[in-house]
């Protein structure tokens, strides 16, 4: 099967739109499943597209981009997956097989993203301190274009050229660059977890984060495990703190009621 050049650039903006979505209205949630279906769609194969997003799905299970990490981006390698598993005609295996490494190549140009991205955070700051409300807009609506040209552009090039350009892309790569990227990609989340805990009332639970730092580093408890005995604890605190709630009023009608009592009598 040929592509048509108007159903790469369909899917080309749906690249654009799906990553950009997750910052606006987050439907679509950047889940494989969703625009692998999408890609199918507009391929005219819709059972192979779901396949493929569905597959991919089940890879992300259990990951997270917490703190700013920068994981495999497999929404992205759903649609290069779902086409090129529908051009060839070589079924939902081979399409999943190419995605992989399609999600893998999205690390790297995620976190060149992130740092373009940061030209227009400092316009957006100049422009807070102005109370320039114009130039906040703007510039946050620009801010979106290097995250959707992160994926727009690679997924215009591999619809163009075809799946050799992944490969040659990934062989050709310099190991400076690609280790420098790595680099910078394992720093962006302690930054971010940073980031987060300076904001956060740290101070007043820190013996909860004692225990989930414990429970990960040196127990190697899995995140599932660590999320539910913090829930479990969430739940703990937030009784404890319904019940001094309810003892606060009990005291404060307590004493309402003294009072009206004392002025019964001294009347």
């Known amino acids: 099967m040929q592509i048509q050049f108007w159903q790469i650039l369909l899917l080309t903006f749906l690249a654009f739109f799906g990553i950009c979505e997750n910052l606006m209205t987050n439907i679509c949630a950047g889940q494989p499943v969703i625009i692998g279906t999408i890609a199918g769609i507009i391929m005219g194969d819709m059972t192979t597209g779901l396949v ?10 259990g990951i997270g981009t917490y703190g700013g990490a920068s994981i495999p981006d497999y929404m992205t390698g759903s649609i290069v997956g779902t086409v090129f598993a529908i051009t060839s005609g070589q079924g939902a295996e081979f399409g999943i097989a190419l995605a992989v490494p399609v999600g893998l190549l999205m690390v790297q140009l995620d976190i060149l993203a992130r740092f373009s991205n940061v ?22 609506w ?3 274009l290097p995250w959707g040209l992160s994926r727009a552009i690679p997924v215009f090039l591999m619809l163009i050229f075809g799946s050799d350009l992944v490969d040659l892309i990934i062989k ?5 660059l690609m280790g420098g990227l790595s680099v910078a990609g394992g720093l962006l989340p302690a930054v971010g977890i940073a980031i ?16 989930g730092f414990f429970l990960a580093a040196y127990l190697a408890v899995p995140m599932v495990g660590v999320a539910i005995i913090g829930l479990a604890l969430a739940i703990i605190s937030f009784r404890q703190y319904g019940a001094q709630n309810q ?8 004493s309402g009621q003294e009072d009206l009592v004392d002025g019964e009598f001294e009347d």
Request: proline share 3%; aromatic share 12%.
């Open 52 to 61: 493929v997003g569905a597959t991919l799905q089940l890879l992300m299970l």
């Open 247 to 254: 003892n606060v009023v009990a005291v404060n009608g307590n």
């Open 172 to 176: 050709y790569l310099p190991d400076w």
């Open 119 to 140: 030209f227009f955070q400092n316009r957006i700051e100049k422009a807070v301190d102005k109370l320039d409300f114009k130039a906040i807009a703007r510039n946050t």
């Open 196 to 211: 987060l805990l300076r904001y956060l009332p740290t101070k007043d639970y820190i013996a909860y984060l004692m225990i």
């Open 142 to 144: 620009m801010g979106a």
